[in-house]
């Protein structure tokens, strides 16, 4: 067998050749030759293998009879044969303390003939590579084979795992895994040193005719240059340090915030540009907020589920007068108990087929509810539950209906029954249905919700659910009030400004275009002329409306309260207006039909489309990316302003000359505060804050025992109260503190409420855009205004506008302007106790975060400005 040593730049698949040392497995030192290294071999150089019971790379038989003619050129040895294991690990004794060769060495073949060492007689070669070997694990005094070096061979690459000596003055090679100074191939467990072998250290072959046991190399110099792979004749480039190359894109960002002449540059540009800046970063914020309106800001609505991509679907519902037949039985029965008719809807679900299950609850309200005129509310829910009859009861859908009080949703009662009979004869369901009417509008449906997820948020009393389906995936709650229609109104707003998945209004609306009805949102119908004037102004008060809408934290309707159990859900209400065109019973059927044969095909929650939106119309929406600079720019100029504080703070600290504030004179030396300034205003805040959450519904039964006033005007009027006395509260204590009134101590507050701010608006508009934008509209002007020096009535006028209160108070009547309903001073007053109250109640009844929010947060960082303003 023939072969050479080659390198490829890639090791190929394991395989058998010739050049593979496969035979001499059995050997006890077969280990020094691994069957299919990563350095592969390439059939190019006659190469003599050994017997296979001795087989080492150096050595072979002594007999120079037996030598082949091509195998007896000089070489230049790399390594001695005679250095033992332990002198291989330290290169500085190598050769002092290498013990001479024994006379009958084991590594040789033929021990009868001596392993002699006689110098090489031919000129030295110029080595390239060398192929070291594992350590052999045998006897101190044994000798370790020779390693050679021919002279004209390609230069391969570095074993990716060799560790060589770092004087090797070779050029490194660029393979990914080494990196050592030599060009020599090593094996992984040997670590050679390039000037351990002596020159003649290796024995030749002798004279002719001799017959001693030389010792020879087991290589011989090619009669032809061997076919190296192209990536082996590429010139080796070096390869630079990551990290040198990590530093230079750097270099030049690092440099602007590390240089001091650019520091003090760029302190210098914001100093000066502050107060345009912060003009233009507040306009920017309103102007684009302005522009979420135009068309290419708000594209058309697309469906993102695939399984509701289609509205091909026959809608085959028929059952129109039966709905209408319904609904008058219904309300016979309704105005004959005086309330809901339970035990007529039992019977009626009963003969419908459905597993009908009741529900009664109580829930006692913390304080009575003059809207309503409520107190004690006691109530029972009434459900059906039609099972698929081609799936497991894993996943269900839900059709609620609230009872109201009066005429109200009969005929939305009505329609439920009558689809509830046509759904159960048809065989393709694949998810159950449950047909729910909840008294109680929101407490009913509430109640509902928590006794059938099995958890008590809002400690309502009930006796639980006996009947339960798969999981919910999706909702509809439907108002109808009148045998015809004209359009149906989509709610989307829920509880804290939660909005469903938009596939599932999408859904909606592609099934009142299929069957011709008209819809709308925020009761506004949509427009076809987009490019013009009056269209752009009905799609901006639309946008406002929602804005509203979703900042309120209500839920618009019983679908509300779904959302929060992470359950898509929408409110449709019928409409019956002046318009010319009515919609039957059956057309209103057919639409809920197909909502609920696409929503059966569902394989998995809606999750494809947005969550985070804003609706100009319903064709057309405006997603987060876009929407979301608008509040950027207004958190700028808290931003900005921050900043320019700090670096006048930066500036007092250095001793700078200049003056702190514009137009003011150059004072003395002051006494340098603490931050045991900040203490008392943060305290005095933060308790009126606590105050205000929780004395109202404490101190309602003090109030009316002293006043006579009920106890819901009582809760409203402590309210108003607390938030007044706080803007008096004694907030000059820090001037008992040295140096408390200087300069010094009422940037720094300022600048501690500038973050406080921007950081709660911040977080807020991740969650609710809606209210965190109004916030950031009203507030940041004065946050960034306020200042003890100035005009301070003009200011003081400016931060009162900009209080929640205020901000609340204009809310209701640019909402009944939008609506085109304007309110007088006096019913908007009326109206503006009435969102208080309820405010309150929808906090302690649904979990609503829109009071604790201002109380605990937004009051209290308003107090700190109102602090600021008031320093001296």
């Given at each position: 067998m023939a072969g050479c040593w080659g390198v490829l730049a890639r090791p190929p698949p394991c395989r058998q050749s010739s050049a593979c040392f496969a035979p001499p497995l059995a050997h006890s030192l077969a280990h020094l030759l691994p069957l299919c290294s990563p350095t592969a071999l390439l059939p190019c150089t006659p190469l003599v293998h050994p017997p296979p019971s001795h087989t080492y790379p150096c050595c072979t038989a002594p007999s120079h009879a037996q030598t082949p003619s091509h195998c007896r050129a000089p070489c230049t040895p790399t390594l001695p044969c005679t250095p033992p294991l332990p002198h291989l690990r330290d290169p500085s004794t190598r050769l002092a303390h290498a013990p001479p060769a024994p006379r009958h060495s084991p590594l040789c073949p033929h021990p009868r003939t001596p392993w002699t060492h006689t110098p090489c007689t031919h000129p030295p070669c110029t080595p390239t590579f060398a192929h070291a070997h594992p350590p052999l694990h045998t006897h101190p005094m044994r000798t370790h084979p020779c390693t050679h070096t021919p002279s004209c061979t390609p230069m391969p690459l570095a074993h990716p795992h060799s560790h060589t000596h770092p004087l090797a003055r070779t050029p490194p090679l660029a393979h990914p895994h080494l990196h050592t100074r030599t060009h020599l191939l090593a094996h992984p467990h040997l670590h050679t040193h390039p000037r351990s072998a002596p020159a003649g250290s290796c024995a030749e072959r002798r004279g002719g005719g001799e017959t001693g046991g030389a010792h020879r190399c087991l290589w011989a110099p090619p009669p032809r240059p061997c076919r190296v792979p192209r990536a082996i004749e590429r010139p080796v480039r070096a390869v630079r340090p990551r990290a040198a190359q990590a530093r230079q894109p750097l270099a030049p960002a690092m440099g602007l915030l590390s240089d001091p002449h650019c520091r003090r540059a760029l302190s210098r540009l914001v100093l000066r540009l502050?107060?345009?800046?912060?003009?233009?970063?507040?306009?920017?914020?309103?102007?684009?907020?302005?522009?979420?309106?135009?068309?290419?800001?708000?594209?058309?609505?697309?469906?993102?589920?695939?399984?509701?991509?289609?509205?091909?679907?026959?809608?085959?519902?028929?059952?129109?007068?039966?709905?209408?037949?319904?609904?008058?039985?219904?309300?016979?029965?309704?105005?004959?108990?005086?309330?809901?008719?339970?035990?007529?809807?039992?019977?009626?679900?009963?003969?419908?087929?459905?597993?009908?299950?009741?529900?009664?609850?109580?829930?006692?309200?913390?304080?009575?509810?003059?809207?309503?005129?409520?107190?004690?509310?006691?109530?029972?829910?009434?459900?059906?539950?039609?099972?698929?009859?081609?799936?497991?009861?894993?996943?269900?859908?839900?059709?609620?209906?609230?009872?109201?009080?009066?005429?109200?949703?009969?005929?939305?009662?009505g329609l439920m029954l009558a689809l509830a009979s046509y759904f159960r004869g048809q065989i393709y369901w694949a998810k159950d249905i449950i047909f729910l009417v909840n008294e109680h509008d929101l407490l009913g449906m509430e109640a509902w919700l928590e006794a059938y997820h099995d958890v008590n948020i809002t400690e309502v009393r009930s006796s639980g659910t006996l009947g339960r389906a798969g999981a919910i995936q999706a909702a509809i709650s439907l108002e109808l009030s009148s045998d015809v229609v004209t359009s149906f109104d989509v709610a989307v707003e829920g509880l804290n400004g939660q909005l469903p998945n938009l596939d599932l209004l999408n859904l909606f609306h592609a099934f009142c275009q299929k069957n011709g009805l008209l819809c709308?949102?925020?009761?506004?119908?949509?427009?076809?002329?987009?490019?013009?004037?009056?269209?752009?102004?009905?799609?901006?008060?639309?946008?406002?409306?929602?804005?509203?809408?979703?900042?309120?934290?209500?839920?618009?309707?019983?679908?509300?309260?779904?959302?929060?159990?992470?359950?898509?859900?929408?409110?449709?209400?019928?409409?019956?207006?002046?318009?010319?065109?009515?919609?039957?019973?059956?057309?209103?059927?057919?639409?809920?039909?197909?909502?609920?044969?696409?929503?059966?095909?569902?394989?998995?929650?809606?999750?494809?489309?947005?969550?985070?939106?804003?609706?100009?119309?319903?064709?057309?929406?405006?997603?987060?990316?876009?929407?979301?600079?608008?509040?950027?720019?207004?958190?700028?100029?808290?931003?900005?302003?921050?900043?320019?504080?700090?670096?006048?703070?930066?500036?007092?600290?250095?001793?700078?000359?200049?003056?702190?504030?514009?137009?003011?004179?150059?004072?003395?030396?002051?006494s340098r505060p603490g931050l045991l300034v900040l203490v008392p205003p943060l305290l005095i805040c933060h308790a009126a804050g606590l105050a205000l959450y929780f004395l109202p519904v404490l101190g309602q039964h003090v109030a009316t025992q002293h006043f006579p006033v009920s106890e819901s005007e009582a809760v409203v009027l402590t309210v108003i109260a607390i938030y007044v006395a706080g803007m008096a509260l004694p907030h000059n204590t820090h001037r008992v503190l040295a140096g408390g009134g200087s300069d010094r101590s009422w940037m720094t507050l300022k600048l501690l409420a500038l973050l406080y701010l921007a950081v709660q608006l911040g977080c807020l508009a991740l969650l609710n855009f809606s209210l965190g934008f109004l916030l950031a509209a009203t507030m940041v002007p004065a946050a960034a205004a306020v200042r003890p020096t100035g005009p301070k009535v003009l200011l003081a006028a400016l931060l009162v506008l900009a209080t929640p209160a205020v901000t609340l108070l204009l809310g209701i009547f640019l909402q009944r302007e939008l609506v085109e309903a304007p309110a007088a001073v006096a019913e908007g007053w009326q109206l503006f106790l009435a969102a208080v109250a309820e405010g309150l109640l929808q906090h302690h009844l649904y979990g609503s975060l829109l009071f604790p929010f201002l109380a605990l947060c937004v009051y209290p960082c308003w107090l700190l400005l109102w602090n600021v303003l008031f320093w001296k």
């Open positions: 502050n107060t345009p800046l912060c003009t233009l970063s507040y306009v920017a914020g309103l102007g684009w907020f302005l522009a979420l309106a135009f068309q290419p800001l708000a594209p058309r609505t697309y469906m993102s589920e695939n399984a509701m991509g289609s509205t091909m679907v026959e809608e085959q519902f028929l059952f129109g007068e039966r709905a209408l037949s319904y609904a008058r039985e219904f309300a016979g029965h309704k105005k004959k108990a005086g309330g809901m008719p339970v035990a007529w809807l039992e019977k009626t679900m009963w003969n419908l087929g459905l597993e009908v299950h009741r529900q009664p609850f109580s829930r006692t309200l913390p304080f009575p509810d003059e809207t309503r005129e409520r107190y004690m509310v006691k109530g029972t829910n009434v459900y059906g539950i039609l099972r698929a009859p081609r799936a497991a009861s894993t996943e269900s859908l839900v059709l609620s209906v609230p009872c109201s009080e009066g005429p109200h949703n009969n005929q939305a009662v709308t949102i925020q009761g506004k119908l949509q427009r076809s002329d987009w490019d013009s004037l009056p269209a752009y102004a009905h799609s901006l008060q639309t946008l406002l409306l929602m804005v509203l809408a979703q900042a309120s934290g209500r839920p618009r309707g019983d679908h509300g309260l779904f959302l929060r159990y992470h359950i898509e859900a929408i409110t449709l209400r019928g409409i019956n207006s002046f318009r010319q065109y009515k919609y039957d019973m059956t057309t209103v059927g057919k639409t809920l039909e197909g909502m609920f044969r696409k929503l059966n095909n569902l394989l998995e929650r809606l999750h494809q489309s947005y969550f985070f939106y804003l609706l100009p119309s319903l064709s057309r929406f405006v997603s987060i990316g876009v929407y979301m600079p608008a509040f950027g720019f207004l958190i700028l100029v808290l931003v900005l302003k921050a900043l320019d504080l700090w670096m006048k703070l930066s500036k007092c600290e250095t001793g700078s000359a200049e003056r702190l504030w514009d137009g003011d004179h150059a004072t003395g030396e002051e």
